[in-house]
């Protein structure tokens, strides 16, 4: 049920806090949500396996790095973005004020900004 076509909808909907992400474009048909369920299901199944070298490797990170948090994600909190730029030697922690989950769509302009910022530092 987590997983099904209106739960994904659902939470497109719900990650995005000013309302710019197009759940239905988001999940798709019902091939393209089924397999972003069982992407989903088996990314969970296998966290450790999935996610342990993504998280070792993070310290040996050399490029200007910045991590973009929304202040309103539903599904992650600052702290885990703060965590993740800590991870990453030099990188900066920057939000995306009022932002759920879906930055992209939600301020293409701060994502940006965010981009050029670190251009300029380079």
Do not use: N
């Amino acid at each position: 049920i987590f997983f099904s076509r209106p739960a994904l909808r659902a939470m497109c909907r719900f990650g995005s806090r000013r309302g710019r992400v197009d759940a239905a474009a988001a999940v798709g048909d019902r091939s393209q949500a089924a397999t972003i369920a069982l992407i989903f299901r088996e990314s969970l199944r296998r966290l450790p396996e999935l996610y342990g070298p993504i998280q070792a490797f993070l310290p040996s990170v050399s490029v200007p790095t910045t991590v973009l948090w929304g202040t309103r994600d539903p599904f992650f909190r600052l702290t885990d973005g703060q965590r993740l730029a800590g991870a990453i030697p030099g990188a900066a922690f920057a939000t995306a004020e009022g932002c759920g989950h879906f930055l992209p769509d939600e301020d293409p302009r701060a994502l940006s900004e965010a981009i050029l910022r670190i251009r300029s530092v380079a």
